[in-house]
């Protein structure tokens, strides 16, 4: 079983940056492919990122440019940088753990964190 916790969520105007944090634990993190989704009010859920096990990733095309990841199986960390925000990436956003291959399908992912908020303050 794998336990997920997000963190990092916060108001940010547009043009702004924000690092979301992701951890995992009960299973040995460096294992899994991981991802980071994020949910608009009153609409779906949508993948932002995932990556691989190898480092190999996938960028929703909105977010490409603008958002990276960082991952530390050290640290058991997978942290979400976000740049030059706008107000479209409001939302909550949630990491989830155990793709096989980096995707962007929510089904594809079998354990998920609670979620951070994300809010424009322009």
């Known amino acids: 079983q794998v336990h997920v916790v997000e963190s990092g969520g916060d108001s940010a105007q547009a043009g702004g940056s924000l690092r979301l944090s992701c951890s995992a634990s009960?299973?040995?993190?460096?294992?899994?492919?991981m991802g980071w989704f994020r949910q608009a009010p009153g609409k779906e859920r949508d993948g932002v990122v995932s990556?691989?096990?190898?480092?190999?990733?996938r960028y929703a095309d909105s977010v490409k440019g603008r958002f990276t990841i960082a991952k530390d199986p050290a640290k058991n960390s997978l942290d979400l940088i976000m740049n030059n925000l706008t107000p479209e990436d409001t939302g909550m956003y949630y990491c989830?753990?155990?793709?096989?291959?980096?995707?962007?399908?929510?089904?594809?992912?079998?354990?998920w964190g609670q979620g951070t908020q994300v809010t424009d303050s322009s």
């Open positions: 990556v691989s096990t190898y480092g190999l990733t």
């Open positions: 009960g299973e040995q993190f460096g294992r899994y492919c």
């Open positions: 989830a753990a155990g793709c096989g291959i980096p995707s962007l399908e929510t089904t594809a992912f079998p354990y």
